[in-house]
């Protein structure tokens, strides 16, 4: 059921020209919760997402400067996932226990890479970490959502992991660090050195915007594969991250 900002909203568009960009773009907000959803829990769902889309889309219906030298598409998806990820910092949609098991699966990365000198398999993890290779994957399949960087990542000591990196306000942001060259180079390298496999569902996932669904057609595996081959690739890559966030 559309909340009452949603439907004043709405009514707001409907006697405007705004009306027609809305409904032009109603494709693209899906295509755009669809993809969020597809890097969340299962408890996240994906209509809530479409839902506080399409209040982000109305509103930059009604707020677009055409004069402002800015693609409507690319004004609008700013404003979408703005809304959606807004929407995500209300709630704890990647449970604690997630969280400090995906930082375990970090360190055991992080010891086998400095000891054998190369990316560990599934099965050299799980025999790190002293867990059947099954229970090993589960644990991956659970950390669905974990992202590349947290603000923690930036505190000096690790006693607010609950710290929400979808802040709306970005003035004073730690993450302009992230825009610096020595980051990304440092995030190139550390794709570049994933294994063959998590490079590509990387590369599908991220520029090509395949969902999990089909990465895993391409692949010839199931969803439930790759999410879990997505989630030990982010693994990997904040060991080199966190490594350089250290320097900082």
Excluded at 51 to 68: C, H, I, K, S
Excluded at 119 to 147: F, I, K, W
């Amino acid at each position: 059921m559309p909340s009452p900002r949603a439907i004043h909203l709405y009514r707001q568009t409907q006697a405007s020209p705004q009306e027609d960009r809305v409904h032009a773009h109603v494709p693209l907000v899906k295509r755009i919760a669809y993809h969020m959803a597809s890097r969340l829990p299962a408890s996240v769902e994906v209509e809530d997402l479409i839902q506080v889309g399409l209040m982000g889309l109305m509103e930059a219906a009604r707020n677009f400067d055409p004069t402002a030298g800015v693609q409507f598409e690319t004004f609008a998806t700013q404003r979408i996932r703005g809304a959606m990820l807004d929407e995500l910092r209300h709630i704890d949609w990647v449970p604690r226990q997630a969280r400090r098991a995906m930082r375990e699966i970090e360190q055991a990365i992080r010891h086998l890479e400095q000891s054998l000198g190369r990316a560990p398999t599934d099965g050299e993890v799980a025999a790190r970490m002293q867990l059947p290779l099954e229970q090993y994957q589960q644990l991956l399949a659970d950390g669905r959502g974990h992202q590349l960087v947290y603000y923690e990542d930036f505190e000096q000591a690790d006693e607010n992991d609950q710290l929400d990196h979808y802040s709306a306000d970005h003035e004073a942001n730690p993450f302009e660090q992230l825009s610096q060259a020595g980051f990304r180079q440092t995030l190139i390298d550390g794709i570049a050195a994933l294994p063959e496999r998590e490079q590509l569902v990387m590369s599908l996932y991220y520029e090509e915007e395949l969902n999990l669904k089909e990465i895993g057609a391409v692949l010839g595996v199931s969803e439930s594969r790759v999410s879990q081959l997505h989630s030990q690739a982010v693994a990997r890559l904040r060991t080199r991250l966190k490594d350089w966030l250290q320097t900082r």
